[in-house]
């Protein structure tokens, strides 16, 4: 089989470096195409120059629809309203689209959701095997511990991250609640300030820190009566993030329209 043919949208901020690197690297991949917004830095640029390798012949360029032009699938690690608009040019050319971005809306995941009817999207707030995993464990453990063990959730990341909670968190967060059968929104907390009361049962807390050059830690902390579990994870390469959305773009290489997560990538429960 030919190598799989991917685009990278956000070609030239770090994440897209990344992928970028990373499909050069990774047998049955091969960089088609590389797009960035109108105006960006790197703009015309080779992609591969970029990220620190001898050109690839891909330059960087700011108009989509040419950017995927033979493209099998498109890797995206961008913003919210960036996603959405791509999502329409993905289905609409039934090209598979991997989405690692954060901070999406229960708004921007309807449309995901919606484009997913006309192609393969894979979408997850971490693409890392280790943190999938730990969502499982933090599934069975939340399903098999109940609600008199408090959930609190606490994550740092960089300085200039610009969502909170990190789409990681609320990831955990959701595998939670799912294992005590309840939905997130009704029970998260995402601040506490001021005299807030006592906590209350089944909540599930998330705490936020920023600074430095953080790649991303995670822990989940689940408090019972005279006993304390916590499940962790530490991220101490972008590089993991990148190969795991390869592995989800070759997992969709000629897959029916769906709406998948990495959960489904990896056979996760």
């Known amino acids: 089989m030919s190598d799989m043919r991917l685009a990278v949208v956000g070609a030239s901020g770090r994440m897209g470096r990344t992928l970028v690197r990373a499909i050069a690297q990774t047998p049955g991949c091969v960089l088609s195409g590389a797009f960035e917004r109108p105006g960006a830095e790197g703009v015309g640029a080779d992609a591969g120059v970029l990220a620190g390798l001898p050109a690839l012949g891909v330059a960087v360029g700011d108009e989509p629809e040419r950017a995927l032009d033979g493209a099998e699938a498109v890797i995206d690690f961008t913003a919210p309203a960036a996603t959405t608009a791509l999502a329409g040019l993905c289905a609409a050319r039934g090209i598979a689209h991997v989405v690692g971005t954060t901070g999406l809306s229960a708004q921007d995941l309807a449309v995901l959701r919606d484009a997913a009817q006309r192609c393969c999207v894979v979408?997850?707030?971490?693409?890392?095997?280790?943190?999938?995993?730990?969502?499982?464990?933090?599934?069975?453990?939340?399903?098999?511990?109940?609600?008199?063990?408090?959930?609190?959730?606490?994550?740092?990341?960089?300085?200039?991250?610009?969502?909170?909670?990190?789409?990681?968190?609320?990831?955990?967060?959701?595998?939670?609640?799912?294992?005590?059968?309840?939905?997130?929104?009704?029970?998260?907390?995402?601040?506490?300030?001021?005299?807030?009361?006592?906590?209350?049962e089944g909540d599930i807390g998330f705490a936020t820190l920023r600074g430095g050059s953080v790649v991303g830690e995670h822990s989940v902390i689940l408090a019972g009566p005279g006993e304390r579990i916590e499940l962790r994870h530490i991220a101490e390469d972008r590089g993991l993030f990148a190969r795991g959305a390869l592995q989800a773009a070759l997992w969709a290489r000629g897959r029916a329209p769906g709406f998948h997560s990495m959960a489904d990538v990896l056979g996760l429960d």
């Open 123 to 200: 979408q997850s707030g971490n693409m890392s095997l280790g943190v999938n995993l730990l969502a499982s464990l933090v599934r069975r453990a939340a399903r098999a511990l109940g609600p008199e063990f408090d959930v609190e959730i606490v994550e740092m990341h960089h300085r200039h991250k610009v969502d909170a909670p990190s789409g990681t968190a609320l990831l955990l967060g959701a595998a939670a609640a799912e294992g005590r059968g309840v939905p997130l929104e009704e029970k998260a907390v995402r601040s506490r300030d001021g005299h807030v009361g006592p906590r209350r």
